[in-house]
């Protein structure tokens, strides 16, 4: 079985500053996505960067980038220049990508609290 | 983008209520839908996925006959929780995904609270 840890519950960064989240995941497959997803105080999950298993290129979207290392099962969140609209519940996610459809679920870490000061 | 609208956004009714939550995708064909319960400050935790014209595949642990799920075309699906009780009292989020490893997208959530 999968499973996504997220070992930071809190964490807190000044305005401007750069911030990691960490993020481990246990699998036997050898095809999968992985993800970051954002949830404000809304309450809506946006989806922040993804990233395909078979890519050895870290995924890149704007101030957010990811350290993607497949040996070690590492996946962690950069984001630069932090601004307080990034305050929000980070979720870590895994995905097997078996062609299959419904088997396709997304296994969420237990995230992580990120406030932004200003 | 691809937007998915979920109503009620917040439902609050007495104990015994069965109550609807329905999720659209709007601009896009939704092959599977996820339902999901988020308690405070938690993860949200997987209830069940439809596919659409079929039975929805539910987790262990979640009652089928309490959470009933319909994905009635590919734009629809819908969670009915049948006789309500506080302990149902929860935030349900859907997700819609496009195609079987298409991006997956969230709605609002539905704040469901039992009195």
């Known amino acids: 079985a999968q499973t996504v840890t997220q070992s930071q519950p809190e964490m807190s960064v000044q305005e401007a500053e750069t911030v990691t989240l960490s993020c481990t995941y246990d699998?036997?497959?050898?095809?999968?996505?992985l993800f970051w997803y954002k949830q404000p105080p809304s309450r809506q999950m946006i989806l922040v960067i993804r990233?395909?298993?078979?890519?050895?290129q870290n995924a890149t979207e704007n101030r957010f980038s990811v350290n993607f290392q497949k040996a070690a099962k590492s996946f962690s969140l950069k984001i630069s220049d932090s601004q307080l609209g990034d305050t929000a519940m980070y979720f870590c996610?895994?995905?097997?990508?078996?062609?299959?459809?419904?088997?396709?679920?997304?296994?969420f870490g237990t995230g992580t609290l990120l406030a932004v000061q200003p | 983008g691809a937007v998915v609208s979920q109503h009620p956004s917040r439902v609050i009714c007495k104990s015994g209520t069965s109550v609807k939550i329905e999720c659209r995708s709007l601009d896009f064909q939704a092959t599977t839908m996820f339902w999901y319960r988020q308690f405070p400050k938690q993860s949200l935790m997987l209830m069940a996925t439809s596919n659409e014209g079929s039975k929805a595949t539910y987790e262990q642990g979640v009652e089928k006959d309490k959470f009933l799920i319909n994905h009635a075309s590919l734009t629809l699906s819908t969670l009915t929780v049948t006789s309500a009780h506080p302990e149902d009292s929860s935030f349900y989020i859907c997700s819609a995904r496009e195609g079987g490893l298409g991006p997956q997208h969230f709605g609002d959530g539905t704040r469901l609270s039992i009195l």
């Open positions: 996610a895994f995905m097997t990508t078996n062609y299959g459809g419904a088997t396709n679920k997304l296994i």
């Open positions: 699998t036997s497959e050898s095809n999968y996505y």
């Open positions: 990233q395909e298993a078979y890519k050895q």
